[in-house]
C-alpha cells in the first residue's frame, strides 16, 4: 500500500475542563474513506474528541490537522467537516428541503444547484418525497436522516457522528447500523463515529479506538479488539468475558500455562511475552467455552487432544440459566466457587433441554482461546 | 387534576375569593369608570351618566389623537431599544456558567426593590446639567480633549454640558432604564429552553453567529420575542411618571393627559373616555401579539 496522508491526525491532544482531564495525550490517525469509530463509556472524553475535531471545544493541548491543515484557529463553520448531532439538531422551524439546504444556502449556491442537490442528498437516504414535510410530522429515524442528508449535501470530507443511534429503538437501529455502514461505502467520506454501544461499534467500524479515561486503551479493527484485546478493559467492555488472575508458570516461544485463582491450569499454544511467575490476567470469551453433555464422549476427547491432560478443563454446577433463543447463557458455578460465564449456541430446536438448573457438567476450552493480558 | 365539574365544592373553595376580589376591586370600578365616559359634569362633583358619546368625539380631536400616536412612537422606540439592548444581555445570561446564572438573574430583578420613584429621581441626579454623565463626559473632555493636538487635530474648547433631561431622550432612556427587566426575563426564558445543539449545527453547516442569529435564535426564540414586546409596550405605553419626572414640556404623554383630566381639569367623564381609548390600543395590541404568538407556535 502506498503512503497515504491522514485526513484527520490527532497528535498529543490533551483536554482539561478546570481540574478535569477529558482527553489526556490522545494521538490518533484517520484515514481517508475509514469508517472509525470511538468507543467508550459515558464519560470516557470521546464526544470531547469528536467535538474538538468539529472545532466547538479547543485542545488545551496538542493539535489537530484535518487534510494537512493546522485546525487551531479554525472556527467551526469553516472545517472541512460536518457534524450529525446526538439530538439531529434539525431546525424545527423550517421543512426538510429547508433543513438540508440551510448550509448550502449559506454557502451561496445556485439556487437550482441547491434544488438537486437537496433532493439528491434525500434520495440518498431514502426521504424523497419527504422535502415539504416539518420535523415535528417525521419520526425519530426519519429526523436523523435529515440530519445526515444535511450534512453529506455539504460534501464535507471528514462526517462527524455523535451517538447518531442512541436515540432509535432496537430494531431501527440494528437496521440503521447496515444502512450508514453501506451509504458511507456508496459516498466513501470519512466517517467518524462516537458510541457507547460496542455492538454498533463492532459492526459498522473500520477501525476502533477504545477510549477508557481520556486515553486510548486499544485502536484496532473490530475483529482484532474481540479476539487480541490489548488489556482488561478492553476485554472487559467489548463483549462479555470471564477474567481470572494468575501466575505465568510456564513461557516458551510455542507454548505457555497461566496456574489461575479459580479456574485452575490454563494451557496456551502459543507463546506470552511475560516474566516467569509474573501476574497476569487470563480472559476467555463464554462463547469459546464448550459445555459438554453428558455421554458426549468425542468432546471430552477433543479436549484431551487439544491440551496436556489436567488443562483447560473445569468442573461445576449450572447456577443460572438464561435463554435468548439463538443461545443460551449459562452461569455456572466452578468447584472452587469461581463463577463461570458460558454460552452455547442453541444448533437444533430442542439444544435448551440439555440443560437444567444445578446440573452438573464438564467443560473445557481450545489451547488457542483464552487470551493472556498484561495489563 | 380534577375537572372542576367533578369537584364543585373544591372549585368553590378555591375560585371564591379571587373572584369576589376581581368583582369588586376590578370589574366594579372599571364598569363605573366606563359610565363615566359617556357621562357629563353636572356639577362640581357630581357626574350625570346622560349617555352622551361627547367625550368621545371630544378624545379624537387632533390634538389628543397626536398625543396618543406620540405615546405609541416613544413605547415603540423603548421596546425596540428593550429588544436591541436586552437579547445580548438575555444570551450572555443563558451562556454563562451554572454558577453565575442566578446571580445575573438577580442583577436584572434588582431595580424592582427599589422604589420606582426613587429610581426615578436617580436619573434625574444622573442626567441634569451637573449630573454624573455630564460630569464624566466633561472629565473626560478635559482630560483626553489636551491628546488631540498630539494626533495633529486643534484642541477643542471648553465643554458645553448636554441637555440630557427634560426632554424626549429622557423619557425613552427612563423608560428603557424600567422596562428593561421586562424584556430580558421573558427573552432569557425562552432562549434557555433553546437545544444549544441547534447552534452548533448551524455552526457547522457553515453559518457565522450573526447568522444563526437571525436564522435560527431569533425564530426560534419568537414566542418570548413577542411576550416580551408585550409586556414591555403595553406598560410604557401607560406611563405616567417617568414623563412627569423626565420630559419637558413637548414629552407629555396619554397617561398625563389622563391624570390632568381627572385632578386639575376636573373632567373626570373626558379622562374616563381617554382611559378607555388608551384601554382599547392594548387591547388592539395584545390581541396582535396573541395571534402572532399562535402563528409562531403553529409553525414549530
Redesign the interface.
Same mark, same amino acid.
Given at each position: 500500500m502506498t503512503e497515504q496522508q491522514p485526513i484527520i491526525s490527532i497528535r498529543n491532544v490533551s483536554k482539561r475542563f478546570g481540574p478535569v482531564t477529558a482527553v489526556d495525550n490522545v494521538s490518533i490517525d484517520i484515514m481517508p474513506g475509514e469508517f472509525f469509530v470511538l468507543l467508550g463509556p459515558s464519560g470516557c472524553g470521546k464526544t470531547t474528541l469528536l467535538r474538538m475535531i @468539529?472545532g &466547538?471545544e479547543m485542545p488545551t493541548e496538542g493539535q489537530i490537522l484535518i487534510d494537512g491543515q493546522d485546525m487551531a484557529k479554525v472556527?467551526? %463553520?469553516?472545517r472541512p467537516? %460536518? $457534524?450529525v &448531532?446526538? *439530538?439531529y @439538531?434539525v &431546525?424545527?422551524?423550517m421543512t426538510v428541503e429547508q433543513n438540508v439546504g440551510?448550509?448550502l444556502k449559506? @454557502?451561496r449556491v445556485g439556487s437550482d444547484e441547491i434544488k438537486s442537490r437537496v433532493a439528491e442528498a434525500l434520495e440518498l437516504v431514502k426521504l424523497d418525497g419527504f422535502g415539504a414535510r416539518r420535523p415535528?410530522q417525521l419520526s425519530g429515524g426519519q429526523r436523523q436522516r435529515v @440530519?445526515l442528508a444535511? *450534512?453529506l449535501v $455539504?460534501r464535507p470530507k471528514v462526517l462527524l457522528l455523535d451517538e447518531p443511534l442512541s436515540a432509535l429503538d432496537a430494531k431501527l437501529r440494528a437496521q440503521m447500523q447496515f444502512e450508514l455502514a453501506d451509504l458511507q461505502d456508496e459516498v466513501g467520506i470519512t466517517f467518524v463515529t462516537v458510541t457507547h454501544d460496542q455492538d454498533e461499534a463492532l459492526s459498522m467500524a473500520g477501525r476502533i479506538a477504545v477510549i477508557n479515561k481520556g486515553e486510548v486503551a486499544q485502536l484496532a479493527p473490530p475483529s482484532d479488539l474481540y479476539e487480541f484485546p490489548a488489556n482488561r478493559f478492553v476485554a472487559d467492555f467489548v463483549g462479555s468475558v470471564n477474567l481470572f488472575e494468575g501466575k505465568l508458570t510456564l513461557d516458551e516461544p510455542d507454548r505457555a500455562a497461566v496456574e489461575c485463582e479459580g479456574l485452575g491450569k490454563v494451557y496456551l499454544n502459543h507463546g506470552v511475552t511475560g516474566s516467569h511467575q509474573s501476574n497476569v490476567w487470563v480472559a476467555i470469551r463464554p462463547e469459546k467455552i464448550y459445555l459438554h453433555v453428558p455421554g458426549d464422549g468425542k468432546a471430552f476427547r477433543a479436549a484431551q487432544e487439544d491440551a496436556p491432560e489436567g488443562y483447560n478443563f473445569a468442573r461445576g454446577k449450572i447456577r443460572g440459566m438464561s435463554y435468548l433463543g439463538d443461545i443460551t447463557l449459562f452461569d455456572i458455578q466452578l468447584e472452587s466457587g469461581a463463577m463461570l460465564r458460558v454460552s452455547r449456541p442453541n444448533l437444533s430446536r430442542r439444544d435448551q433441554e440439555d440443560f437444567t438448573w444445578d446440573d452438573k457438567v464438564s467443560m473445557h476450552w481450545r489451547a488457542d482461546s483464552p487470551v493472556v493480558l498484561l495489563s | 387534576m380534577e375537572s372542576w365539574r367533578t369537584a364543585k365544592g373544591m372549585f368553590a373553595a378555591v375560585a371564591t375569593v379571587p373572584t369576589l376580589w376581581l368583582i369588586g376591586f376590578f370589574i366594579v370600578p372599571l364598569g363605573i369608570v366606563w359610565l363615566y365616559s359617556f357621562g357629563t359634569n353636572a356639577s362640581l362633583t357630581e357626574i350625570e351618566i346622560s349617555g352622551t358619546f361627547s367625550n368621545y368625539s371630544r378624545a379624537l380631536d387632533p390634538l389628543y389623537l397626536g398625543i396618543l400616536w406620540k405615546s405609541i412612537l416613544v413605547a415603540a422606540a423603548t421596546t425596540v431599544i428593550c429588544i436591541v439592548v436586552g437579547f445580548p444581555v438575555a444570551l450572555a445570561i443563558v451562556f454563562s456558567s451554572n454558577k453565575w446564572k442566578p446571580w445575573l438573574l438577580l442583577a436584572i430583578m434588582l431595580p424592582f426593590w427599589t422604589n420606582l420613584l426613587i429610581r426615578t429621581y436617580a436619573l434625574i441626579a444622573v442626567l441634569r446639567r451637573e449630573g454624573y454623565a455630564n460630569q464624566s463626559l466633561g472629565w473626560l473632555h478635559d482630560n483626553l480633549g489636551g491628546l488631540l493636538p498630539l494626533v495633529g487635530l486643534p484642541a477643542p474648547g471648553a465643554y458645553e454640558p448636554l441637555e440630557l433631561l427634560y426632554n424626549n431622550f429622557a423619557v425613552i432612556f427612563g423608560l428603557v432604564y424600567v422596562h428593561l427587566p421586562f424584556m430580558v426575563l421573558p427573552l432569557y426564558a425562552a432562549l434557555d429552553r433553546l437545544d444549544k445543539s441547534l447552534i452548533e449545527a448551524s455552526l457547522d453547516l457553515g453559518a457565522g453567529h450573526f447568522r444563526t442569529l437571525l436564522a435560527i435564535v431569533a425564530p426560534l426564540a419568537a414566542p418570548g420575542i413577542i411576550s416580551g414586546v408585550i409586556i414591555t409596550f403595553v406598560p410604557a405605553l401607560g406611563a405616567y411618571l417617568t414623563p412627569d419626572l423626565l420630559g419637558g414640556p413637548d414629552s407629555q404623554m396619554i397617561a398625563n393627559v389622563i391624570e390632568r383630566q381627572f385632578k386639575r381639569a376636573n373632567d373626570w367623564p373626558f379622562g374616563a373616555a381617554l382611559s378607555f381609548i388608551l384601554m382599547y390600543a392594548t387591547f388592539i395590541a395584545i390581541a396582535f401579539q396573541a395571534m402572532k404568538s399562535r402563528q409562531a407556535e403553529a409553525r414549530q
Open positions: @468539529a &466547538f472556527p467551526p %463553520n469553516r467537516v %460536518n $457534524m &448531532f446526538q *439530538s @439538531a &431546525f424545527p422551524h440551510y448550509g449559506i @454557502a415535528d @440530519a444535511r *450534512s $455539504m | -
